[in-house]
């Protein structure tokens, strides 16, 4: 049974920092194309950024330049450096691996982000 864990996640100011990360277990990691996505309140959930098995990332507009998206195969993780961050990042953040346009396994937990002052 595949489970993923996020963790990272906390209380920001506007233009601060964070960095989550996701633990996956019980999957072949390496093969899968990973990504991070993010549900705001009242809102669905949107696609932040992905990365292939290869390495090769793409992000949502609204984050790109500011997010980082990484990979570590040896330790089955999966980053997600978040900089310059504003108050329209504040969400919970989820990771999964996917499929196309699609997430594949069931949701973990998620990561809380708030951006406030």
């Known amino acids: 049974q595949v489970q993923l864990v996020e963790s990272g996640g906390g209380l920001v100011q506007p233009g601060g920092s964070l960095r989550l990360s996701c633990e996956v277990s019980g999957s072949i990691f390496s093969i899968n194309d ?4 993010r549900q705001a309140p009242g809102k669905e959930r949107e696609l932040v950024a992905a990365i292939t098995s290869g390495g090769r990332t793409n992000y949502g ?3 790109k330049g500011r997010f980082t998206i990484s990979r570590d195969n040896a330790k089955n993780t999966v980053s997600l450096q978040m900089n310059s961050l504003k108050p329209e990042d504040t969400a919970v953040y989820y990771c999964n691996a996917r499929w196309g346009n699609d997430a594949i396994y069931p949701w973990g937990q998620g990561t809380l982000v708030t951006v406030s002052s």
Do not use: G, I, L, Q
């Not at 990973?34 to 996505?37: E, F, H, I, L, N």
């Open 34 to 37: 990973m990504a991070w996505y």
């Open 61 to 63: 507009h609204s984050v």
